[in-house]
Structure formats: structure tokens, C-alpha cells
């Protein structure tokens, strides 16, 4: 009778210990982001190899509201939302913009920021506004909404994809194409980098920014959008776009 005594007080301290442990590991459960760390200020990688930017600092404010440790993966953009989809990564954050059309393969948060579509060209080119795009050669980012709405507006024959920005900037400075569609912010950075390149006066298009997250995650799309609205409410969203994004 003893031993049997014995036997379930070790079962119970058991499933005790299993208990804790459980508890424990949703504490420290993983989040896992996918983005494409070339479109600075939003995502980039520093000189230390790791992947920094407004994107990766909100996620970063997000996992902590909700209790969990954040991992990024780095990836092509036109390939994050068939990760989200595949369950391969829990949300996609990378200055992506909210379309109909995304929308009928994910569901979005609220939205956190918004871009500017702009067009780079170099400082003698004949392309002065948007207006004089027709005819013209645009280098665009693959799966952006710069390829979208150039690839929908000019058709795919005058539209020309790149990986990543950079790739589509050093086509456009090597006479590849005549100007490169892209988000505003990533636009000054490369424009700041490449001598003889400015930005039209004149936007393409504003969009607002979110995080892709897939039909099947309820649970996460309403708990990102707490923690998103706290955020906002405390001011840490304003905060972090401020320190890559100075007010002028």
C-alpha cells in the first residue's frame, strides 16, 4: 500500500512539473516574422547581420505585448504570403501594402503606417512627372504594388522586375530601364546612396502599410491588433517611425 502511496504522489508531482513546463514554454513561444530585408528604412540589415528597421522594431514591441519571443525571417517579398498561407512564418511585416487582391489570399491587421508610391530617375532624364511614364521603361520590385499598378497602368512588355530595390536602382543607373517605381522611404535611401538619381515631385500612389496574417489565425490577427492599438495609444508606433523617419 505504501509503494502504491508512492507511486502517485511521484505521478502527481509529475504532472505538476509537465504543468509548469507547459506554461513556461507558451511564455517564451516563438512569433515568427517573415519580411525582405532590403527596403530600408522599414527593413534592413545592419552592419552586425542582423535584420533592423521600423518593421522589425514594431514586431519586436508586438511579440513583447504578447508575451512571446520574436524570430525574423528574411525572405523574397514576392514568396512571404504563400509563407503566411503555408504556416511557414505567423505574419509577414514588410512595408507591404493592403490590396484587394492580397486580401482574397490573407487577412490584415490594422494598419500601422502609410507609404508613398514614388518614381526615381536620373537627374537628366526626360521623365519630369508621372505623366511622362507612358512609352517609358519602369524597373519595379517583384510582387510590390510598384509592380502591380506599373505592370496594370503600362502593361508587362514596359515593366521590368528586380529581386529587391537595389537590383531595379542599379538598372536604372546602368540604362537598364528609364525609371524605378517604389515605396518613398527606401526611394531616399537609395537615392541618398546614388549620385545623379532624384525623386519626381509628383506621387505614384499612397497605400497603408499592415501585417499579413493568415484566414486560418484568428486568434493571433485580433490579439496583433490589440497590442497594435496599445502601441498606438501609448505612442511607441509614432516613436519608433520617428527615430528612421524624422519629421521634416
Known amino acids: 500500500m505504501k509503494k502504491f502511496t508512492k507511486i502517485l504522489a511521484l505521478l502527481a508531482v509529475l504532472c505538476l512539473v509537465l504543468s509548469c513546463a507547459a506554461c513556461g514554454s507558451k511564455d517564451t513561444e516563438k512569433l515568427v516574422?517573415?519580411?525582405n530585408a532590403s527596403f530600408p528604412p522599414y527593413e534592413f540589415t545592419d552592419d552586425a547581420g542582423n535584420i533592423v528597421g521600423i518593421d522589425a522594431e514594431?514586431?519586436?514591441?508586438?511579440?513583447?505585448?504578447?508575451g512571446k519571443e520574436l524570430e525574423i525571417k528574411d525572405m523574397d517579398f514576392d514568396s512571404l504570403l504563400t509563407a503566411v498561407q503555408s504556416g511557414s512564418i505567423d505574419f509577414a511585416l514588410a512595408g507591404m501594402t493592403v490590396t484587394d487582391e492580397r486580401?482574397?489570399?490573407?487577412?490584415f491587421s490594422d494598419t500601422y503606417a502609410t507609404g508613398v508610391q514614388v518614381v526615381i530617375v536620373s537627374e537628366n532624364s526626360a521623365i519630369k512627372t508621372v505623366d511622362d511614364l507612358q512609352g517609358k521603361k519602369i524597373g519595379v520590385q517583384t510582387g510590390t504594388t510598384g509592380d502591380i499598378y506599373c505592370t496594370d497602368d503600362y502593361g508587362q512588355d514596359m515593366v521590368k522586375q528586380y529581386q529587391n530595390g537595389a537590383l531595379a536602382v542599379a538598372a536604372l543607373k546602368n540604362g537598364q530601364v528609364d525609371c524605378v517605381v517604389i515605396d518613398?522611404?527606401?526611394?531616399?535611401?537609395?537615392v541618398k546612396a546614388n549620385e545623379g538619381l532624384i525623386i519626381l515631385e509628383t506621387e505614384y500612389v499612397k497605400e497603408d502599410y499592415a501585417a499579413a496574417i493568415s484566414k486560418d489565425n484568428n486568434e493571433l490577427?485580433?490579439?496583433f491588433n490589440k497590442a497594435l492599438k496599445e502601441l498606438k495609444?501609448?505612442?511607441?508606433i509614432d516613436e519608433i517611425i520617428n527615430k528612421y523617419i524624422p519629421a521634416e
Open 33 to 35: 516574422m517573415g519580411t
Open 58 to 66: 514594431i514586431a519586436a514591441a508586438v511579440a513583447e505585448k504578447l
Open 103 to 107: 486580401k482574397e489570399t490573407v487577412d
Open 221 to 223: 490577427l485580433e490579439d
Open 233 to 236: 495609444e501609448e505612442g511607441k
Open 184 to 190: 518613398n522611404e527606401p526611394a531616399k535611401n537609395y
